[in-house]
């Protein structure tokens, strides 16, 4: 259910038809509205004397929800923007806030570790490393593949197929590629 205000007219109304000498289900029944929220408002009316919205508690946000899911927008579209580009950004929309404010905003809003994508470190030396290692083993064992592939790239791959009954792995349905940077050399 969602919850919101009431208009102040309509806690006047209330206010209103409860001095007339209704009572709280009556009110309800006939404004349509639920008994409680009746009850909440006669109770705040007799307390402070009015009906209109009292200021809340607590330190305003510098950045209206307007802003902040801007905010939040233009950093999933750019993930890796440092959060300097990100104030930049804010102050060009006319709202000049911390670096660490805006880090709170994104870990709020579910955005965690913004960093720069890693590369790999690819040196001549390791690129010819890498290289002989794979043409010193395209020739071998169907399950050395793995560990080749494995070796060469920094992943776990692990290949087995869940079909067979046997529990038996079927190396001819997988491929893997061994390549070094964008040229592919063999396929296992």
Same mark, same amino acid.
């Given at each position: 259910m969602v919850r919101k205000e009431l208009p102040e007219h309509q806690r006047? %109304?209330? &206010?209103q038809t409860y001095q007339s000498g209704e009572g709280y289900k009556r009110i309800s029944k006939? %404004?349509? &509205?639920?008994?409680?929220?009746?009850?909440t408002v006669i109770i705040k009316w007799r307390?402070?004397?009015t009906t209109v919205t009292l200021p809340r508690t607590g330190r305003p946000s510098k950045i209206d929800d307007k802003t902040r899911?801007?905010?939040?927008r233009e950093a999933a579209k750019r993930p890796t923007a440092t959060l300097k580009e990100l104030q930049e950004f804010l102050a060009s929309t006319s709202c000049a806030v911390h670096?660490?404010?805006?880090s709170h905003l994104l870990h709020m809003s579910g955005l965690w570790g913004r960093v720069a994508r890693r590369k790999p470190y690819l040196s001549k030396k390791n690129?010819?490393?890498?290289?002989n290692f794979a043409k010193r083993?395209?020739?071998s064992h169907k399950c050395m593949c793995t560990v080749v592939a494995a070796s060469c790239f920094g992943l776990f791959f692990f290949s087995w197929?869940?079909?067979?009954?046997q529990g038996g792995r079927n190396y001819e349905q997988f491929q893997i590629p061994v390549s070094v940077g964008t040229k592919p050399l063999a396929f296992c």
């Open positions: 006047d %109304l209330i &206010i006939s %404004l349509n &509205i639920p008994w409680n929220t009746v009850k307390k402070h004397g899911r801007k905010l939040v670096v660490t404010t805006i690129i010819q490393a890498q290289l083993h395209l020739k197929n869940w079909g067979l009954s």
